[in-house]
């Protein structure tokens, strides 16, 4: 008979430590999963999910080789287990003296940091991971953005542009992986309340979408959940916008 530890299901996270991320390791954990998070900075001592400090990896995704080194620690922290979802969330958005960091004034070392993290990190990860995610019959989840596909007030053009190729490669990866019985799909959060959301930017976004308010970190985190269940067992390559209907 199998113990709980060998039916648990498991998930990797990116970008874990606040927001979005934060609301789906809670998510997770709160329906039973295993949670094995990433993320630059070490394990913060306040978070309260259970083995929180002990599956968390420090890897920097801007550094190839960190990412490299961190594929194989996650291979021995899964022994030999199958990995039923890995979550892209992690991503950066320089902005330069708070303003926007538009086409004209980016620096290109800044737009090869950004792909690095936004772009390069997600396919090196799910790679690393393929043939765990195919013995878990898993699936990938890729966090893009509102920005992806329209001017953005704040984003800048490096992110709005890494985040538009995040999105045309989730569809690639849903045709590459589907064979593997791994499937692919993609979020696109708009306007969602959190820490680093200024009271000034949420009051130039609500008037702009139609339910007239932010999205919530936890109806998001739902969201990447119902992607990863069951009941979206026959969904591969799409792209879930969550925006109040911001996108229309």
Known sequence: MANAADTQKILVLTGASRGIGHATVKRFSEEGWRVITCSRQPFPKNCPWPAGEEDHLQIDLSDPTSIETGIGELRQRLDGKPLHALVNNAGISPKRDGGRM??????????????????FAPIMLARGLADALKDG??????VTSIAGSRVHNFAGTAYATSKAALSALTREMANDFGSMGVRVNAIAPGEIK???LSPSAEAVAVPDI??????????????????????AGYVNGAELHINGGQHV
């Open 102 to 119: 538009d086409s004209t004034a980016t620096p290109i070392n800044i737009w090869h940091e950004v792909f690095q993290v936004n772009f």
């Open 137 to 142: 019959q898993g699936t990938i989840v890729n």
């Open 194 to 196: 959190t820490d680093i």
């Open 210 to 231: 139609p339910m007239g308010r932010l999205g919530t970190t936890e109806e998001v985190a739902d969201s990447i959940y119902f992607l990863c269940s069951d009941e």
